[in-house]
């Protein structure tokens, strides 16, 4: 893995023609239904974890293991596979994780105890290499306007699964006790799984695939500013929602009346915003990378900034708090394609690594950035406080934007020169 293998890219428009195989795109649906699936587990049983609890005799912290167990091995998953799928191909990565994911949901209903179930549970998070595969054969079967819009389209189900999915959950525990749920998950899983094996086909070119060991293949992302750029971008852009996530409750709680319903029914508003700005990424298509992310930043910074303003003039209306922060989605939804596109191109024998090391890293530093912010979020009804942590990480994202931007527009002044458009060193 060389300068040699670089993707000449321009500024203002990806360029690249990625390797692929004569098969045909496979169809939306099939990578819907795998990008679904990779997040549907991450919350459907949150309802249940107190009869979980109760079952299992067990403290209610250990339980709560299964959470953090899960996230962690979700993000080493999918630095793994992203890498396996550049080696081995997409269509074998895709088809062993669900499988896994079948016989762990299975091992999660059948489970005597609570170690037995945090182990099941932890190896469902295998499920995660879907996500990389999915947005992978995207990449790979589309043209680059294309790509943009059809990513955009897969978004919906990793924004819609876990709107859905603590509701859905919810419903099968008080039916019919919480081992359904995994039940529910090991049926929905074989039934992908089947179509799967008829639907999903090889993308990926074997003969320019990685023959290096992957740490070298890590390096070389690492070393790229380009990879860094969407990548900051993209781990701002979720520590925002993060950050909502965890300090809308807690804000909001004076103008809801302590009303749980309303509260649920109020944070809707920003998956729904995450479609709309998924929906609006398929129009922005024409456009550079950059020019789609730093359009999806800027509109996050102004919808957070005048709930700043609102809040601090004293304005305690529920929409005046939860109405700008619909932007926080829509902000997501046009920043997702964008971002994972750009990462994607950086290398083009290295799209399926690229793309697991961004997820990865996106989650840890939204993470920790959510963390950070947390520190600041302990009293209850402090709207402006909440408001200028949410503005705080979205500047962030969105000064990565801009440097993503100036690293195309230096990438493209280099190109007609001879230069390589992507170095080893990384420009």
């Not at 500013?225 to 990548?231: E, I, K, M, V």
């Not at 399926?352 to 959510?370: H, K």
Request: proline share 4%.
């Amino acid at each position: 893995m060389t300068g040699n293998n670089s993707v000449q890219t321009s500024g203002s428009r990806l360029t690249e023609k990625t390797v692929t195989t004569s098969t045909a795109a496979p169809r939306r649906t099939i990578l819907l239904l795998l990008t679904a699936l990779s997040v549907l587990p991450v919350n459907i049983y949150l309802p249940a974890l107190p009869n979980i609890a109760a079952t299992f005799r067990a403290d209610f912290a250990l339980v709560n293991l299964s959470i953090a167990g899960y996230a962690i091995i979700n993000a080493v998953t999918a630095i793994i596979a992203g890498a396996m799928s550049d080696r081995y191909g997409r269509r074998p990565v895709a088809l062993i994780a669900v499988s896994i994911f079948v016989i762990a949901s299975i091992g999660c209903a059948l489970a005597p105890n609570i170690g037995i179930f945090l182990l099941f549970r932890v190896m469902q998070a295998s499920i995660a290499a879907c996500f990389c595969v999915a947005l992978v054969v995207i990449k790979e079967t589309a043209g680059d306007r294309q790509a943009a819009n059809r990513i955009g389209y897969v978004a919906m189900g990793w924004a819609i699964a876990p709107m859905l999915g603590p509701s859905f959950g919810g419903v099968l525990d008080e039916a019919f006790g919480w081992r359904a749920i995994f039940v529910a998950l090991a049926l929905l899983g074989a039934a992908i799984l089947a179509i799967s094996m008829r639907e999903l086909k090889e993308t990926a070119g074997h003969a320019s695939g990685p023959k290096g060991n992957y740490f070298a293949a890590y390096r070389q992302l690492l070393s790229s500013s380009r990879f860094g750029a969407y990548t900051l971008c993209m781990a701002c852009s979720t520590g925002t929602l993060y950050i909502f996530l965890g300090g809308a409750s807690l804000a909001a709680v004076s103008s809801l009346g302590g009303s749980s319903a309303k509260l649920g029914f109020f944070m809707g508003m920003v998956p729904a915003g995450f479609i709309l700005g998924s929906y609006l990424a398929a129009r922005l298509a024409g456009k550079s990378l950059s020019t789609t992310l730093v359009i999806a930043r800027l509109s996050t910074c102004m919808g957070l900034l005048l709930g700043l303003i609102l809040s601090i003039s004293g304005v305690t209306h529920v929409l005046a708090f939860f109405g700008p922060c619909m932007f926080i989605g829509i902000g997501n939804g046009l920043t997702f394609p964008a971002a994972n596109l750009g990462v994607m191109s950086v290398r083009a024998n290295l799209a399926g690594t690229a793309a697991g090391l961004a997820a990865a890293m996106s989650i840890a530093g939204a993470a920790l950035i959510a963390s950070i912010a947390g520190l600041f979020l302990s009293e209850a009804g402090a709207v402006p406080t909440l408001f200028a942590m949410l503005l705080t990480s979205a500047s962030l994202a969105l000064s990565a934007a801009l440097f993503a931007a100036l690293v195309d527009r230096r990438r493209a002044s280099r190109v007609p020169h001879g230069e390589p458009a992507e170095s080893g060193s990384g420009g």
